[in-house]
């Protein structure tokens, strides 16, 4: 089956056609050249790679219809333009499959912002959200226009696989994956057996340990001695991120 659904959470193919190539692999990576070969004779606007001032706005603005096509970045970033009728959101399952604690929250709020692009409700504007996952809640919230709707879902999942804001992390990470073994044994040392320990994951050329705490300040003072003396020792090299914006994300070379 093809199409969009709200309603159903049913796998549906958003494909362009029987090829592999999906619209967000059009807007990401396709030239404005390609672009505008695409759409004869709309004027396009990458808001990603020609905009160096928020302050700016399309030339053909207020003149002429035309396509601005833009990154998540670009979104949070640059202020909404005014007179957007159509604001299309291409490949939003990306954002919902990333391996992330709160990949779900941040898609949500990615696309709210995107949705300001429509202008104040009851005005002309719509946003098109193309998704096969039409019952995920963070859809439904934003289809609804209620954050509420959303918490109410998210943070049972929270609670049930203990992260935020239900426990709190620490993420310890080292360089070195032969020291990985020795870190989670002192750390399990450190915190005792009431935390819970995740890992050691390997994670590029180093690893990683996520640790689920009640407090997070009490676990940064109780890892300082720990840090000083693998200083003073010689290892095994960690560096420690209380309460991180990213946990399971790989690192970025």
């Known amino acids: 089956s093809r199409g969009f ?8 193919d ?4 029987r090829q592999a190539l999906t619209a967000a692999t059009v807007l990401n990576t396709y030239s404005r050249a390609e672009l505008a070969r695409i759409l004869p004779g709309v004027p396009v606007w990458r ?14 603005a207020g ?12 979104v949070k970033d640059h202020p909404p333009l005014t007179g957007c009728r159509t604001v299309v959101v291409v490949g939003a399952d990306t954002a919902l ?39 995920h809640h963070a859809v439904q919230a934003l289809v609804r226009w209620d954050p509420e709707f959303f918490w109410r879902h998210e943070l049972p999942r929270r609670v049930e696989l203990g992260f935020p804001p239900a426990r709190r992390l620490v993420l310890v990470a080292g360089p070195e994956p032969e020291e990985a073994t020795a870190a989670m044994t002192a750390l399990a040392a450190v915190f005792g057996p009431k935390v819970e320990l995740l890992g050691p994951a390997a994670m590029g050329r180093g690893w990683r340990i996520i640790a689920k705490v009640e407090d997070a300040e009490s676990a940064a003072r109780a890892l300082r001695p720990l840090l ?26």
């Open 97 to 135: 499959g990333q391996a992330e604690v709160r990949a779900a929250e941040e898609a949500y709020r990615t696309w709210s912002r995107a949705a300001a692009w429509c202008g104040p409700r009851g005005s002309a504007g719509r946003l098109v959200l193309q998704t096969r996952h039409g019952g």
């Open 47 to 60: 808001l990603d790679r020609e905009v160096v001032d928020p302050g700016m706005v399309p030339p053909w």
């Open 14 to 17: 958003m494909r362009m056609g």
């Open 228 to 253: 000083v003396e693998a200083s003073r020792a010689g290892g095994p090299r960690m560096s420690v991120d209380v309460e991180p914006l990213e946990v399971l994300a790989a690192p970025r070379s």
């Open 63 to 74: 003149r002429q219809p035309g396509v601005v096509v833009g990154t998540v970045a670009g």
């Open 5 to 12: 659904a709200y309603a159903v959470d049913a796998p549906l």
